[in-house]
């Protein structure tokens, strides 16, 4: 299995546009999880879905923030408008069942000038 | 919510020597308990997980203990190498459907050859 697949690996933007980060799990996993990691604030999640339908958006910062799950081996973050202040690393991880730990993809870095 | 909170931020020891991490957690609820390794620049991987139903699980050079009364579990790292050297994560959750993993904020683990 190639893993959970993240891109772009990297994505620098200037402040206001709009920004799209994808991720397909692992074949198979009915969770998806979608974490953002700064120095300050660590590792938040923002979002996940079960079997492709949003369950806890809790984390999500703001409504410039959005999320979705067309299928199950697609996922979608938006970030629009972006601003410096959103400048991380974005992960995005899958899992079987809620009874085992995630598996993370290798992120985005997401730089806003 | 839960929140995990780990201990200490930083910590350097010898080749050789063992490291001890330390995490805590508050919701009762919380019966699954992963650690993750994240080395510069890459995704955070499993390295050791344990259940509540455990007090203490070994592999190899690392092991992990639980004490759900204080509602605390850690990570020990005997013979460390060079190449142990890392930021690792400590996480809780509960396991069913609605649960969520929530991480502490990592320790950066440096060990001096």
């Known amino acids: 299995d190639a893993g959970v697949i993240q891109s772009p690996r990297h994505e620098v933007t200037e402040m206001g546009q709009e920004v799209t980060l994808r991720c397909k799990p692992i074949s198979g996993h009915d969770y998806l999880f979608w974490y953002r990691q700064t120095m300050m604030r660590g590792l938040e999640l923002l979002i996940y879905f079960n079997n492709n339908v949003p369950i806890d958006d809790s984390g999500m910062p703001e409504d410039r923030f959005s999320a979705k799950m067309p299928n199950a081996s697609f996922s979608t973050l938006k970030i629009q408008p972006s601003e410096p202040r959103d400048s991380a690393v974005y992960f995005c991880?899958?899992?079987?069942?809620?009874?085992?730990?995630?598996?993370f993809g290798s992120g985005t870095r997401l730089t806003v000038v | 919510g839960e929140n995990v909170e780990q201990h200490p931020s930083t910590l350097s020891v010898q080749e050789g020597d063992s490291a001890v991490i330390k995490c805590t957690y508050s919701d009762s609820a919380s019966n699954y308990f992963p650690w993750y390794k994240q080395e510069l620049g890459k995704r955070p991987q499993l390295i050791i997980d344990?259940?509540?139903?455990?007090g203490e699980k070994k592999d190899q050079r690392i092991a992990v203990t639980l004490n759900k009364t204080a509602k605390h579990f850690s990570l020990h790292i005997t013979e460390t190498q060079p190449e142990d050297s890392a930021v690792y994560f400590c996480a809780a959750k509960h396991t069913g459907n609605t649960g969520k993993l929530i991480f502490g904020q990592g320790t950066t683990l440096q060990v001096k050859p």
């Open positions: 344990i259940r509540s139903n455990v």
């Open positions: 991880a899958s899992t079987l069942t809620q009874n085992y730990g995630y598996t």
